[in-house]
Nanobody, 123 residues
Framework: LQLVESGGGLVQPGGSLRLSCEVS????????IGWFRQAPGKGREGVSC????????YYHESMAGRFTISRDNVKNTVYLDMNSLKLEDTAVYYC?????????????????WGQGTQVTVSS
């Protein structure tokens, strides 16, 4: 699998962004596609994930209600819609693929990573 993120940028507090993760290639089974983020000086944090088979989703409690993960199986793309963005949402956001659905999300459960896309929330 290969993952390519896009959609990051600069947004004001309260604004919205849509991140995209284009998935190419093949793998056995139905992988889980997840979004992680890493802010400067902090560890990588699981944001949300979606099972490509069942469509089951998970959200970190601090993003639930503000972020929505979805998939377009025709375009082989997973989206992360982020609303009501806060200063603390500033981070590099990574798309990742793993072989199974598990929560809470752990980086070690994902074995394919995209290059990341910067999201900056600032006034």
């Amino acid at each position: 699998l290969q993952l390519v993120e896009s959609g990051g940028g600069l947004v004001q507090p309260g604004g919205s962004l849509r991140l995209s993760c284009e998935v190419s290639g093949t793998t056995a089974g139905d992988p889980v596609i997840g979004w992680f983020r890493q802010a400067p000086g902090k560890g990588r944090e699981g944001v949300s994930c979606i099972s490509s088979g069942s469509g089951r989703t998970y959200y970190h409690e601090s993003m639930a209600g503000r972020f929505t993960i979805s998939r377009d199986n025709v375009k082989n793309t997973v989206y992360l819609d982020m609303n009501s963005l806060k200063l603390e949402d500033t981070a590099v956001y990574y798309c990742a693929a793993g072989p199974f659905y598990a929560t809470p999300m752990r980086s070690m459960d994902y074995n394919v990573w995209g290059q990341g896309t910067q999201v900056t929330v600032s006034s």
